[in-house]
Nanobody
């Protein structure tokens, strides 16, 4: 099993910054372990039923971002610490939501998809 624990959420004023962290633990990281997994951040805005993609980073560190956060977000990972980070700058009210950490891998025996419990981010305008 795998546990993803997010931290760093809170209340921030528009234009401010936050750094989220997600620490992974457990024995469910198949393949070469944590480094094999694509780690990502998703968010669910108030009143929305679906989570939207924010950013992801593959094991080698190559990032991918949603258009809505490009230029304002930086995702990074420390494979030695089983941790992925999301730095958000120049935050906007529309960044408000619950941010979820995700770890995903398609392996020879199936697809592995893990989620954290989420951390609330509120941007006040």
């Amino acid at each position: 099993q795998v546990t993803l624990m997010e931290s760093g959420g809170g209340l921030v004023q528009a234009g401010g910054s936050l750094r989220l962290a997600c620490v992974a633990s457990g024995s469910g990281f198949v393949g070469s372990g944590f480094a094999s997994f694509t780690m990502g951040w998703y968010r669910q805005a108030p009143g929305k039923q679906r989570r939207e993609f924010v950013a992801a980073v593959v094991g080698s560190g190559y990032p991918n971002y949603a258009e809505s956060v490009k230029g304002r977000a930086t995702i990074s990972r420390d494979n030695a610490k089983n941790t992925v980070y999301l730095q958000m700058n120049n935050m906007k009210a529309e960044d408000t939501g619950v941010y979820y950490c995700n770890g995903a891998l398609t392996y020879y025996d199936g697809t592995y998809d893990y989620w954290g419990q989420g951390t609330q981010v509120t941007v006040s305008s």
